[in-house]
């Protein structure tokens, strides 16, 4: 059996592709290495006075001065003249602090009662003498909000049921007035609960002074209604009576 010599074999030459040859070129000389390519940057805007478009961190780290916002002289000069203009907010509310100042003086002296200052009602200052009323009581260790807006509200609509009655029907008291009056009038009572607080329970003193606040809340009350209602001056006695009886009971709520 003949040998068979590998040299016999003719090998065909291996063909490389153009530049794919490690170790040369076609003209078989050495091929240049390629340098590594530098990485992505964007492109600097031409306008230096904006850093962060430019991605210039010194220069974005050197500005850091704001300018303070201008506005049109013609807002702030409308604002300012829409503010005078206002009306304020109590006039806005109905609540008339010079009217509530007289009613009080009218009401603190008794011998010279200007009913004139009555004749336009209101709710503000009953409600403010109301509220001292129970704050007293509170502070006396009594806690009477609720019984003393509820007396208001029924004793109010007691008197006007009783002079309407009186009147057959045809007088000219309004609930709303009623309401604004007993309120007003209750002064002297809001006044001996407020000294009550330094005067012994249950003692005389407290007795005379619970008997002449109660007087002259009626009697105030009582020349109020007979002035400003019609057909006051023929019942005046029974609305006296009426008055006497709702005061009396706001004063046994201090006695006791």
Known sequence: MRKINPREFNVPPVVFPSGGNPAGGAGGGPQQRSLPTAPFQPPRSANASIPFMAFDVNSAAASTSF????????ISTGGAAGFE?????LEELGINTKQIYQKTISILIPFRINAHLHEDADLSGPFLFLMAFGIFQLLSGKLHFGIILGWVTVASLFLYIVFNMLADWNGNLDSYRCLSLIGYCILPIVILSAVSLFVPQGGM??????????????????LLLVELASFGDEHRGLIGYACFLIYMIFSLLVIF
Not at 205 to 222: D, N, P
Request: charged share 10%.
């Open 85 to 89: 203009d206002d009306s304020p907010l």
């Open 205 to 222: 003193v407290i007795m005379v002074l619970a008997g002449m606040s109660v007087i002259w809340s009626t009697r105030i009350c009582t």
């Open 67 to 74: 300018s303070t916002p201008q506005f049109p002289s013609t």
